[in-house]
Structure formats: C-alpha cells, structure tokens
C-alpha cells in the first residue's frame, strides 16, 4: 500500500511539472511571435492611450466643479438661515456694490468742463439774445399797451340804471339803485348774486347796500338811499356806485363800478340814465382798529359775562381827526336779539379805555346757540350815530371769536381776554346770517 501511494504521488508531480514547462514555453513562443511582428500597431495603442490620457482630463474640471458644488450646496443646508434669505442677502450685496461701482464712475468721469471757447460762445449768444429782446421788448411795449387798452373796451362788465335828485330844504342828496343789465357771470354755474354799495368820496362815512339778487345777471332793485349833505359841500364829493357778487364763505367779488363827479352832474332837476359799468380797483382791507375783549362763564349759574376793557387805532370818524367811541353789545340766538348793553362814550379818542362789565343769562344748554355782537359806534348829537367796525364770537364765528369762545368754554369761572380786530359791518353781518359749514 505505501508503495503505491508513494508511486501515484511522484506520477502528479511529475505532470505538474511538466504542465509547467509547457505553459513557459507558451508564453516564450508568444513573446517571440509578438516580437517577429511589425511594429505599426503600436501607434495606435499609444494614440489609444494618449486618447484615453486625454479625455481624463477634458472631464477633469467637470468632475472637480460638481464636486465643489455639491460641497456647497451641503455647506448651505446646513446653515441656520433658509436659502431663499441667503439669495436676498446676495443680491443686496450686488446691488450695493453695482451703486457703489455707479457712483464712483460719475464722479470720476460724469462732469466733463467744457471748453473755454464754447462757454465763451454761449455767453456771448445770451448776451446778443438779451439785447435783441430789449429792442424788441421795447417796440412791442406799446404795441401791448394798445392791446390791453382795446382788450378793457371790449370786455363787458354790464350796465347799470340809477337816478340822482337833490332836496334843496332838507339838504338830502336822494339817490336811486334801478337796475342792471348783462352783468359778467363770477359764479361757477354762469351767474352772478349781485348787490350794489353806495357811498360817496373822500370820507366814506356813510355806505350803504341794497339786498342781493340770487342768480341773476339783470337784476331790479328800486331801492332809493338818502345823504344828508349840504349842497355847498357836495361838489367836492364823487358819488361811487359798486356792483358786487356776494359769496356767502368767502370775499365778495367786485364785478364793475361807476364814479360821478357830483361837479358835473345838474342836480337843478331830478335824472335818471343807464351808464356801463367800469373795471374798478381792488379795495384795500381799511383798518378800523381793534378791541380788547374779556368773556368769563359760570356753567353752575348760566351767566356770561362780557368785559369791555380798551380799544386801540379806532377809523378818525369826525371832521377834527378824532372819534366819540362807545361800544354796544348784543345777545343773539337764530338772528332774534335777547339782550342788549352800551358802554359810556369817550370823548374825542381813538384810543378809548373802557372796563366795563355786563352780565346776562345764559343756561348751559344754550350756550352753544348764542352769539355775542361786539359793534364800536362813533356817538353823533346831531345825525345818527356812524359803526366804526364790529366782530362777533359764539356760534357760527371762525377764526379768532371761534378760538376765544372755546378758550371761554374750556376754563370755567375765569375771564379770558383776547384782542379782536373790527371789520366792516356789512361782512359780519353776512357771517352772523350764514349757517356753519
């Protein structure tokens, strides 16, 4: 038995060995054969390989881009913030910068200075034009002048019927308002709410007004106006004749007026006539002083009381330059006087001292409705007595009476003074009627 493992075991080795023998003479033989061909194909490996080498690294940065980005994008979810706020903030970023980059070029290289040359130029043009239209400004001058005058003929203001007569024994220049026709139009809607004031120049003492006629370009009046005056006096005197538009919440619009030389007019027989109205001159605001004022009111009690303490730079009222002033106050409620006072007149002053108190009822509830009608007269034996100005306060008033009777209201039981400047009596009387906006 050993002797036949023994034999079996050198009969494998033995064809291994040989097996082995055989396979190095394989490769000697295919070596040998390799090395017997020619050597073209060669190149081409070596172009495969160079190929190969070369499109390695054509995909080189595309690999090495993808990988950074999806490095960042690994880098950006793990940030705190959202991505959506991280995209904002760059283009803040870029928008900075692209304003700073902006600003740096226009400052740099934005202002370029002309040359001296086409400055030079410039200058002497304008000078050149200035002259020309000096020359021309100065030929069209009267051209224009001719122009406006013919333009102030041919607008038409409307025309105006009055009559004139004089009462020779009482001394009464009698003066009569008829009517008007084909007067301008002020209003929006086309029309006009015209009234006519009355007064003769220089001193303006007395004026008067007839009543407005709503919406109506020819409007009647037959209303007649009397002057005391006596006849040596009137023919220094202009009689004026004005036609306003009367707006209710605002300044009235003067359409036209007309102007009579009392020298010129035969007051031997009474005349009526129809004349054209005149394009008149803005009235300055005539300044007819001022009035220190002190309200006090007492809710518990209801009384209101009103002290008439100075007034200042009063309108000269009489011949010698001076006024007799005295102040006469009145509580209204819906236009129907409930009460009425006088200060004392001060004698020939137009800075009169007053302090003097008057008190009236008012309960609270009313309070509210009531206006107190402040009017400073210049006291006359002979005639009527002339209103220099007046003002108001309480319900309706704006401006300064709105802000006093509110001060009044919101200290209870202490006297608040203020100081009111007189208007016309005509326009307070419009403001008192009119209902509040």
Known sequence: MATQLLSKLYVSAKIRNSYRTDMRLVSVGVRARRAAEPSEPEPEEATETVHHEHSHTEHHPSHDYNHMKNKFMNELERLPIPVWAVAAIVVVVLVLVAC??????KKCFGKKKKPKKVREGKTGRRRKAKEGEGEAGEKEGEVKKEGEEEEKEQEKLGKLEFSLDYNFTDCQLIVGILQAQDLAAMDMGGTSDP???VFLLPDKKKKYETKVQRKNLCPVFNETFIFKIPYAELGGKTLVLQVYDFDRFSKHDMIGELKIPMNSVDLGQP?????????????EQEKLGDICISLRYVPTAGKLTVNIMEAKNLKKMDVGGLSDPYVKIVLQQNGKRIKKKKTTVKKNTLNPYFNESFSFDVPFEQIQKVQVVITVFDYDKLGSNDPIGKTFMGYGATGVGLRHWSDMLANPRRPVAQWHTLLPEEEVDAAVKAKPR
């Open 271 to 283: 005349m009526q006539q129809w004349r054209d109205l005149e394009s008149g001159e803005k009235e």
């Open 195 to 197: 009234y006519v004031k």
């Open 100 to 105: 700073f980059i902006f600003c740096v070029f």
